[in-house]
């Protein structure tokens, strides 16, 4: 009764386009009449938690996303891309799958990397005739690599209510990220075959000498992940000191390297991230009493009872989770989804043997696939505003990426662990 009620006003609220802390506020509400427990008793453990440091980096992370979006600081690294591959027939749009997982590894947001990727590819790729639909489908498509290549605001939060390593989280994502780079490449690339007239880039005569120019223009761009990276992997810095570290990294370069900026629309940087943050920070805490309230009234000990009656097999139980985790990202941003569902899945995944942190990338793809995935799918309406590409010439072919090239990556995610916890087991045992 609790869950489906729960279930039922989450998702009708959200339906009729309420903002998603309030849908939380009624849900909670909600708990606190079918519980008998006076909402009041939880603000004080929200508020506690609320100030943890480990949560002050996603602000700080944010903040930096935005003032690198507004700087102009992909540019650079688009051309250095374009450099290599924008030669070759697809070398364009595989230029700018690989900026996406550049840019993403600085921003650690999707709406970020699809904001400033798209805004400086579609033109591009406009010109040199690639298919105006595919086009826009495939930058939104790449554009959740910022959930997945660290720095990530969301592992942050997973760690941080999950109560494990961040920097293993972090890790957990880096190779399926690569994995679907590469099928995103290649499929694009099969769905370019009919097209014949696609122009491409000359490539330079003294490739040394624009290979040179080209670096230098986006060192001070590529060193930003180094020093975030190096610090926080090199026992330098805490993810916190290190969104911090990037934040005044960011102002300089922006303003005085790319010139993207000045000190007067850095201060308007400051103030929308201001409110972004704010909204984000609001929503967290009621997720963080919606969650609190679940786990006494044992939800999740529920939810795990209700998934083994249908099944005990451990596969047909990841396929479950994963549906449920699809359809909780459809219907809300990926932080809610997180906050969400996490505290409700992990015991049950864990019931199967699965590693809290192989968990980390299972969520991360899941809700990075489910933002593209339609009907709802936030980044994609975001993808048509931005690329001014209508949805309906973006659809056939963002299914065609989610089924050749999301579906797989999940699956390689869900059910071979290795991919996840190969390289936090090898870098930090």
Known sequence: ????????????????????????????????????????????????????????????????????????????????????????????????????????????????????????????????????????????????????????????????????????????????????????????????????????????????????????????????????????YGGIMTPTEAAGVAVVYAIPVAIYVYRGLTWRTLVEALTDSGVIIGVVMVMIFMVLIVSKFLIFEDIPNIAKDLVYSVSDNPIVILLMVNLVMILIGMLMDDISGLLLSAPILLPIVQGVGMDPIHFAAVLGVNLGMANITPPTAPLLYLGAKITRTPVSSMLLPTLSFIIFAWLPTLALTTFVPEIALWLPELLLG
């Open 1 to 232: 009764m609790i869950i489906a009620g729960s279930l039922v006003i989450i998702c009708g609220m959200l339906l009729l386009g309420v903002s998603v802390y309030v849908a939380f506020g009624a849900v909670l509400l909600f708990l606190a009449a079918m519980g008998g427990h006076e909402v009041s008793g939880y603000l004080p453990s929200g508020s506690t938690k609320m100030r943890s440091l480990v949560l002050l980096a996603i602000p700080l992370f944010m903040i930096a996303g935005t003032i690198m979006e507004r700087g102009r600081i992909a540019a650079p690294l688009v051309s250095l891309a374009e450099l290599f591959i924008g030669h070759l027939k697809g070398g364009l749009s595989a230029a700018t799958v690989l900026a996406c997982g550049i840019f993403g590894s600085i921003s650690g947001a999707a709406n970020a990397t699809l904001t400033c990727i798209g805004s400086i590819m579609m033109p591009h790729l406009r010109r040199a005739n690639y298919p105006e639909g595919q086009s826009a489908a495939l930058i939104v498509c790449a554009s959740p690599l910022g959930l997945l290549i660290p720095p990530s605001g969301n592992h942050i939060l997973y760690g941080w209510v999950a109560q494990q390593s961040v920097l293993k989280c972090f890790l957990s994502t880096v190779i399926p990220a690569l994995i679907l780079i590469t099928l995103l490449i290649v499929v694009n690339q099969f769905m370019l075959r009919k097209y014949d007239d696609i122009e491409l880039l000359e490539r330079p005569q003294d490739f040394g000498m624009a290979f040179r120019q080209k670096a230098t223009l986006a060192f001070p761009a590529l060193l930003m992940p180094l020093i975030i990276l190096g610090g926080i």
